[in-house]
C-alpha cells in the first residue's frame, strides 16, 4: 500500500482514556461541579413542575430512562469516586419522579404505540441503558462517569429538539427549564475539560450537546413567541390553554353575535 498518500495525524503514543484524572484544587473543582449539580436540580424540578401543568413530560420519556439508568447504576451498582456518587444520589431522587412522569404522561408524544407497548419499551430501555452504561464505565474506567454522562447528553439534547418539532408547539415546555438545562451542561464540560484536559472526545462531545442547546433555546422562544406566549412569564398558559382559550373566545364571540341579531329580528 506504498502508493497511498501519508496519512495527515499520526495516532496518539498512548490512548487518553488511560490518563488518569487532573490534580485539580478542591475550590476549582467545586467552583464547576457545584454550578452543574445545581443547574441540572434545578431542571428536573422544572420539568416536574411543568409536566404537572400541562401534563407532558418536560425532558423527553426514554431519555428520562437512559438518565435515570445512568444515575442509578453510578451510584448504587458500580464504583465511582464519592464526589460524583454525592451528586448522582441527589439527582435519582428528582429522577424518580421525572421516571414515574414518563411512564404516566409519555405515550402522548408516540401516541401510535399502545398503552402497554409504551410502558414496555420504557422499561426496556431503562434495563438496557443501565447494562450499557455500567459496560461503557467499566471499558473505560470511567470513575467519575464523564465519558458516559457526555455521550449520553449528546442524544438528550437532540431528543428536546426532537420532541419541540414532533409536539409542535411549546406545550410541555419551558425556557426556564431549557436555561437550567444549558448551565448545568456547560459547567459539566467545563468540569471534564479541567479533570481531563487530554481527552479530545469529550471535548467534542461538550461542544455537540453545546450547539444542540443552544438551537433548541433559540427554537423554543421563536415557537413561544409566534404563539403569543410570553417565554419569560413564570405562570404563563400553556400552548394548549391559550390554544383552548381563543377556541372559547371565538365560540362565546359567535354565541353573542347570534344571539344579537336574533334580538334585532
Known sequence: MV??????????QV??????????????????????????TITYVLAIRQALRDGRVGI????????????FSLTFLLEQ?????????VWVVFNAGLLYQAFRYGRRDHPSLSPRAFKWSLGGVLVWASLMVMAGANEFHDMDGMYTGMIIQVPLSAAFLLMLKRRGSSVGQSMYIAVAKLVGSVFAGMTAFVVHPSHLLLKALVATYVVLDVA????????MRSEGRSPWAWNAQSADEAHEGVDGARIE????????????K
Open 3 to 12: 502508493w497511498l498518500p501519508p496519512y495527515l495525524f499520526p495516532m496518539s
Open 15 to 40: 490512548a487518553p482514556v488511560t490518563d488518569g484524572a487532573a490534580d485539580v484544587p478542591d475550590l476549582l473543582f467545586w467552583s464547576l461541579a457545584g454550578p452543574t449539580g445545581l443547574g441540572w
Open 60 to 71: 423527553p420519556a426514554y431519555m428520562v430512562a437512559v438518565n435515570f439508568a445512568w444515575e
Open 81 to 89: 469516586t464519592p464526589a460524583q456518587r454525592q451528586m448522582n444520589v
Open 216 to 223: 433548541y433555546l433559540a427554537l423554543l422562544r421563536r415557537t
Open 253 to 264: 364571540e359567535g354565541t353573542s353575535g347570534r344571539r344579537g341579531r336574533d334580538a334585532v
